[in-house]
């Protein structure tokens, strides 16, 4: 079945570390996204990216990194600049292009925490 | 401000009951709009969407939404609750800025059906 898959389930964070979460479509999905939920708040959009090789920052870029080396997979680290990590990751994917009107398919998410 | 609201942080029903969840936007131009579902450590799943026409939309798992566009509102119904349903509930707003599809999320709503 075609979906989207997130890495590991479960992460925790020492102090100054770098930890990178997975996300891996095969749903040939042009764009995705990863959002930061956390409880009350919503989803909140970190990056996204249109195509391979493209990516840019969204309301909470600060504090990570991301790349799409390959259409499917749209890592994302949380480095050691973001001060309060702790959090649900979520990865999605659209393949709506320029077109507004699709919805974003979900992959299972990441919860981050801290030791 | 481009924004989504709802305004019940939390919603109780008895099973077999309506439940209504309330979603209200402010946005620019004609909105499409989409209500998520997400279960206990899990991905956003897409329940149904509005884009144009009738404004009573239908979706999954016996859910179904009214657009009211004087009222700026997409209310999520349905007319029997089942205790399965319990969950939270996102409602978004879909906006084509800056080159790219965002959704713009509201801050969940919990519902809780008891038997």
């Known amino acids: 079945d075609g979906g989207i898959t997130q890495s590991p389930k479960y992460l925790f964070r020492k102090e100054g570390q770098n930890v990178t979460l997975s996300c891996e479509q095969n749903l040939n999905h042009d764009a995705m996204y990863w959002y930061r939920q956390d409880p009350g708040q919503g989803l909140r959009l970190i990056y996204y990216s249109q195509i391979v090789n493209d990516f840019q920052k969204g309301d909470i870029a600060e504090g990570y990194s991301v790349s799409r080396e390959k259409k499917e997979s749209f890592p994302l680290t949380v480095t050691s600049a973001q001060k309060n990590p702790t959090a649900f990751y979520l990865c999605?994917?659209?393949?709506?292009?320029?077109?507004?009107?699709?919805?974003?398919?979900f992959g299972d998410g990441t919860r981050l925490s801290i030791l | 401000a481009q924004s989504v609201a709802q305004p019940e942080d939390q919603v109780k029903v008895a099973e077999g009951n309506p439940l209504t969840v309330k979603c209200t936007y402010s946005v620019s131009g004609n909105p499409y709009l989409f209500w998520y579902v997400q279960y206990p450590n899990r991905g956003l799943q897409f329940l149904l969407k509005?884009?144009?026409?009738?404004?009573l939309v239908k979706g999954s798992y016996g859910f179904e939404a009214e657009f009211n566009k004087s009222q700026t509102s997409f209310h999520l119904k349905k007319p029997s609750a089942l205790v399965s349903d319990s969950a939270l509930y996102f409602c978004?707003?879909?906006?084509?800025?800056?080159?790219?599809?965002?959704?713009?999320f509201g801050a969940g709503t919990r519902l809780a059906v008891h038997p």
């Open positions: 509005y884009i144009t026409g009738d404004n």
């Open positions: 978004a707003v879909s906006l084509f800025s800056g080159g790219y599809n965002k959704l713009i």
């Open positions: 999605a994917s659209t393949g709506a292009g320029l077109m507004n009107n699709q919805p974003q398919h």
